[in-house]
C-alpha cells in the first residue's frame, strides 16, 4: 500500500492536478475567511431590514445573471481541453458572445422590474448590481485556465480583487456610509477582476487580443450545446435566489435579512466540491476516453466524498446553529439559528450536484440536466408559496432543502438514463463503500 500510494504522489498527472486545486483551495479559504469577516460586519452596520434589501437585489439581479453566460462556462472547458487547436478561436467567440448576452440580460432585467414591488431606490440598486455583469464576458479567461490546469493566475486576480473591494468595504463603514455606497462595491469588483484577468492572460499566454476572433461556425456550435444549460442555469438560479426574492414580496426586507444571513453561513463552504470537481474534470474527461469502468469508477468516488463531507459538517452545525448566529451576527439577527439549523443540510444535494453536473458535460446530455433543475426550481416555487404563509423564513429553508432534493436525486426517477447515477448517490448517502469494507473485514475474521 506505501509503494501504491508513493507511486500515486509521484505521478506528474496527480501532481498537477494537486498543485491546481491547492490554489483554489487556498483561494477560497482566504475568500471565506475575508468575505465572512467583512460580510458580517457590513449585515452588522446596516442591520437586517437594509442588509435584506441588499440581499434581496443580488438575489433579483442573480435570478436573470444566467442569461449573461448562455449557458457556456462549463462547456467552453469541455471544448477546450478537447479541441487544442482551435484554442484562439474558442476564446474570441465566447467572449463576443458572453458580452453580447450581458446586454440581453440587462434589456431583460429592466422589463421584470415591472413586474415587482419595488421603489425607485431599490430599482437603483437594482440597475448598479446588474451592471457588474457586463464584465462576466472576460470570465473566458478563467474558463482558459481551467481547461490548461493553471488556476494559480484566477487565484492572483481573484485575490488581487478580494483584497481591493474588502478594503474599500471596510472603508465604507468606518465612514458610516449609505446602502448604494455598497451596491457600487459590486461594479468595482467585477472591473477589478476583470483587469486582473486581462493582465495575467496577456502575460501568461501566446495569445493576443487580436487573435481572439469571433467564428460563426464555433458560435452556433456552442450555442446548440449551451442553450439547455441556460436554461438549466436559470432554473438552478430560481431555486437558489428565488427564495429571498419570495420573502421579500411576501414579507418584508428585515425578514429577508434574517434569512440571507443564516444563508451566508450555510452556503460558505459550497466552493470546496467545486475546486475538487472542477480541478479533477480534466482527469475525467481522460476517464471516459479509456473506459467506462474507470470513468464510472472515479464517479463514484467523487460521489461518496461529496456525500460524506457535508454530512460530517451538517450534523453538528445542526445543534450549533443559534449559538454561532449570535456569536458572528449579534442579538439582532436571531430569527436566523433556525434557519440556519435547517438550510446547512442543503449542502449534502449541493456537493452531490456538482458531480452531477460533471456528468451530464461529459456525456453532453444537458437537456436532462434543464429538465431536472426545471423540476427542482418549480418544486421549490411551489413550495415556498405553500411553507412561507405558514413558517414563515423556516418554511422558506425547509423548501430549499427539499426542492434540492428533488432536483439533484429524486427527478433521477424520471429518467432511465439517470437510474445508474440515482444508484450510485444512494450508496454514497447509505454509507455503502465503508459498510461494505467493514463487512469484508469482518468476513476474513
Known amino acids: 500500500m506505501i509503494v501504491k500510494l508513493k507511486s500515486i504522489f509521484n505521478h506528474q498527472g496527480f501532481i498537477k492536478y494537486f ?38 437585489v443580488q438575489s433579483f439581479v442573480g435570478l436573470f445573471t444566467v442569461i449573461a453566460t448562455l449557458g457556456l462556462d462549463g462547456i467552453v472547458v469541455r471544448e477546450l481541453v478537447k479541441d487544442k487547436k482551435h484554442r484562439s478561436e474558442i476564446i474570441g467567440t465566447v467572449f463576443w458572445l458572453k458580452l453580447m448576452g450581458s446586454f440581453g440580460m440587462l434589456i431583460v432585467l429592466s422589463v421584470a422590474v415591472n413586474f415587482t414591488s419595488n421603489d425607485n431606490f431599490t430599482n437603483i440598486l437594482v440597475a448598479i448590481v446588474a451592471s457588474s455583469t457586463i464584465f ?9 485556465f481551467q481547461s490548461v490546469v493553471m488556476s494559480k493566475f484566477v487565484v492572483y486576480a481573484n485575490v488581487i480583487s478580494l483584497l481591493l473591494s474588502s478594503i474599500v468595504k471596510i472603508v465604507l463603514i468606518l465612514n458610516e456610509a449609505p446602502l448604494i455606497a455598497f451596491a457600487g462595491v459590486v461594479l468595482f469588483d467585477s472591473f477589478v477582476l476583470t483587469c486582473g484577468f486581462i493582465y495575467f492572460f496577456l502575460q501568461n499566454t501566446k495569445y493576443r487580443i487580436k487573435n481572439l476572433v469571433f467564428t460563426m461556425s464555433i458560435a452556433k456550435k456552442l450555442l446548440k ?41 450555510s452556503g460558505a463552504w459550497y466552493f470546496i466540491p467545486i475546486i475538487i470537481v472542477a480541478s479533477f474534470f480534466p482527469a475525467i474527461v481522460n476517464a471516459k476516453k479509456q473506459s467506462d469502468e474507470l470513468y464510472y469508477s472515479r464517479l463514484q468516488k467523487l460521489y461518496n466524498l461529496m456525500a460524506w463531507v457535508p454530512i460530517a459538517v451538517a450534523l453538528p452545525m445542526t445543534f450549533l446553529s443559534d449559538w454561532v448566529i449570535y456569536l458572528l451576527y449579534g442579538g ?10 435547517i438550510t446547512i443540510w442543503a449542502g449534502v444535494f449541493v456537493f452531490l450536484s456538482v458531480v452531477n453536473d460533471k456528468w451530464f458535460y461529459v456525456e453532453n446530455r ?7 433543475v ?11 408559496v405553500l411553507l412561507i404563509p405558514l413558517y414563515g423564513i423556516k418554511g422558506a429553508a425547509i423548501a430549499t432543502v427539499i426542492g434540492y432534493s428533488i432536483s439533484v ?11 445508474k447515477l440515482f444508484i450510485m448517490k444512494v450508496k454514497a448517502l447509505l454509507f455503502y463503500e465503508p459498510i461494505k469494507l467493514i463487512f469484508k473485514f469482518g468476513t476474513k475474521k
Not at 439582532?332 to 439549523?341: F, H, I, T
Not at 444537458?366 to 431536472?372: D, I, N, P, S, V
Not at 436525486?409 to 437510474?419: A, R, T
Request: no cysteine; hydrophobic share 55%.
Open 374 to 384: 426545471l423540476i427542482g426550481a418549480i418544486s421549490n416555487i411551489l413550495l415556498n
Open 366 to 372: 444537458a437537456q436532462l440536466l434543464m429538465f431536472k
Open 409 to 419: 436525486i429524486w427527478s433521477d426517477l424520471f429518467f432511465k438514463e439517470m437510474h
Open 332 to 341: 439582532q439577527y436571531s430569527q436566523a439559528g433556525d434557519v440556519l439549523m
Open 19 to 56: 498543485k491546481n486545486t491547492l490554489w483554489l483551495f487556498g483561494e477560497r479559504i482566504l475568500r471565506i475567511i475575508v468575505g465572512l469577516f467583512v460580510g458580517i460586519w457590513i449585515a452588522r452596520y446596516l442591520g437586517p431590514e437594509q442588509f435584506g434589501l441588499f440581499s434581496y
Open 136 to 144: 462576466q464576458s472576460f470570465h473566458v479567461i478563467d474558463s482558459y
Open 225 to 265: 450545446d449551451g442553450w439547455p444549460m441556460m436554461v438549466a442555469g436559470v432554473a438552478i438560479m430560481v431555486y437558489m435566489k428565488i427564495d429571498q426574492v419570495m420573502i421579500k414580496e411576501m414579507m418584508d426586507s428585515a425578514s429577508v435579512g434574517q434569512y440571507a444571513a443564516a444563508m451566508r453561513i
